[in-house]
């Protein structure tokens, strides 16, 4: 029985790999550190999830992309995803697979170190450089700043660095 | 005090509800005057950036309704739209217009009051997160770790438009004055907790209004250092205290117009 529980819970596991962020869709909900917690009673499947940012409008179809992906598993029988905030999602929490996903998109990762001045710096995702500049720290959706390569011309977005010390 | 305690005694329940309705009422009309702002503001990444800025705020909004929805006091979307004006518990500063007309026909909206209104509003906002992440009430407390990390954003960017404004042309520097009057002027129910106050602090929802104006003038002081001005004072009264449901006009037709959509169908799925 002990054996059962277990498999089920990786076989979610491997599928929340491919429920991607409606809106960057090279990288997982996995990849970005969102699953908090995956719990097995019998054939129910308890999923808790960190919101990125608050108002994100993204966050009722993740909801929807996470249920209907676990319920096509044919041991399961329901699926229950609930939105935490405690721990509070922050950038660090996103992998390496994501963010070489996040680059392979044209953003930037978030910077891992904030300066103690609260100022942070990336390079650019597509050439590498670091001659770049802020254009504005918000961008199209809540979690994305816009910024432009003055080396290879190109305009670019960056993850925002989220830190509980902010 | 367990949060068990908070909630089954129905007085201690009463002041957990005020305070809640105080912080959804004001990030949700707060939002709503930001919205309104859409396509309008003085160059496009600033469309992109304040339009964010209100897109959080409505979330927490969406943040405090909910918890209010888990108290049993109905559904998140039905407290936002649905209140009418002498219900609502928001501050007087979050509901006044951004400027004549309005978005439809001619909007001469004043970009100095929003910076002002803006910045003011969000630094004292920040206080009371910061405040929050102690509250007594352990789901407001959680709710208030996450929107402070959001803020910290917020805050720069209206706090950079202040200083860059007041540093500017004579004219400038002279709307940005006349914009701080006519916020100051609105600004003594931004703190006060109400008639449940004594109830709340007691509690220990949130700290008490005295030591939250005192944290909101030293945030400000070296801010208005830089621009060589005295911190204005706070009002002790004001034209009406949204918090005891005293409200202006203003909020009527606000309301009115942002529930329109919502009220056509109040059953339809979004």
Redesign the interface.
């Known amino acids: 029985m002990q054996m059962t529980i277990h498999s089920l819970e990786e076989k979610v596991l491997e599928v929340l790999k491919e429920v991607h962020d409606p809106e960057i869709n090279t990288v997982s909900i996995i990849d970005l550190g969102m699953v908090e917690e995956i719990n097995v009673q019998g054939r129910v499947v308890n999923i808790k999830i960190l919101?990125t940012?608050?108002?994100?409008?993204a966050l009722d179809l993740i909801k929807k992309n996470i249920e209907t992906t676990v319920e096509a598993i044919k041991e399961v029988e329901e699926v229950k995803v609930e939105f935490i905030?405690?721990p509070?999602?922050?950038s660090d929490r996103i992998s390496e697979a994501g963010r070489s996903g996040l680059k392979a998109f044209g953003i930037a990762p978030p910077p891992r170190l904030m300066d103690t001045d609260?100022s942070w710096h990336v390079d650019c995702p597509y050439c590498g450089s670091t001659y770049v500049t802020m254009?504005?720290?918000?961008?199209?959706t809540?979690c994305r700043s816009?910024l432009y390569c003055k080396n290879c011309k190109n305009p670019f977005e960056a993850m925002?660095p989220?830190?509980?010390l902010? | 005090m367990t949060e068990l305690n908070l909630t089954t005694a129905p007085e201690n329940k009463e002041a957990v509800v005020s305070l809640l309705f105080q912080l959804a009422d004001d990030d949700f009309l707060y939002s709503f005057r930001g919205s309104e702002w859409l396509g309008l503001a003085p160059h496009i990444?600033e469309d992109?950036?304040?339009s964010?800025?209100s897109?959080?705020?409505?979330?927490?909004a969406?943040?405090f309704y909910q918890l209010l929805e888990e108290l049993g006091l109905g559904s998140a979307d039905s407290l936002a739209h649905l209140r009418p004006a002498k219900e609502r518990k928001n501050c007087i500063l979050v509901e006044r217009p951004n400027g004549e007309g309005d978005y439809m026909n001619v909007p001469k909206f004043d970009w100095a009051y929003a910076v002002v209104r803006n910045y003011f509003y969000t630094a004292a906002k920040k206080v009371k997160i910061e405040s929050l992440k102690n509250s007594s009430y352990d789901p407001l407390a959680?709710?208030a770790?996450?929107?402070?990390?959001?803020l910290?954003?917020h805050l720069?960017?209206w706090k950079t438009w202040f200083i860059q404004l007041f540093n500017s042309t004579e004219e400038a520097r002279e709307r940005m004055q006349s914009a701080v009057d006519r916020v100051m002027k609105d600004f003594g129910d931004v703190f006060s907790l109400g008639a449940d106050g004594e109830q709340i602090v007691r509690l220990g929802l949130i700290e008490e209004e005295k030591v939250l104006v005192q944290r909101w003038k030293a945030q400000m002081k070296p801010v208005f250092e830089s621009i060589h001005l005295p911190i204005p004072e706070i009002p002790s009264r004001t034209e009406a205290n949204g918090r005891n449901f005293e409200h202006t006009e203003d909020l009527e037709s606000a309301i009115a117009t942002l529930s329109e959509v919502y009220r056509l169908d109040p059953a339809a799925t979004w």
């Open positions: 919101p940012f608050l108002g994100c409008p905030y405690h509070s999602w922050t609260g254009e504005n720290i918000f961008g199209p809540a816009i925002k989220i830190s509980t902010m | 990444e992109v950036a304040s964010s800025i897109q959080d705020s409505m979330g927490h969406a943040m959680k709710v770790l996450k929107i402070n990390i959001e910290y954003y720069l960017h």
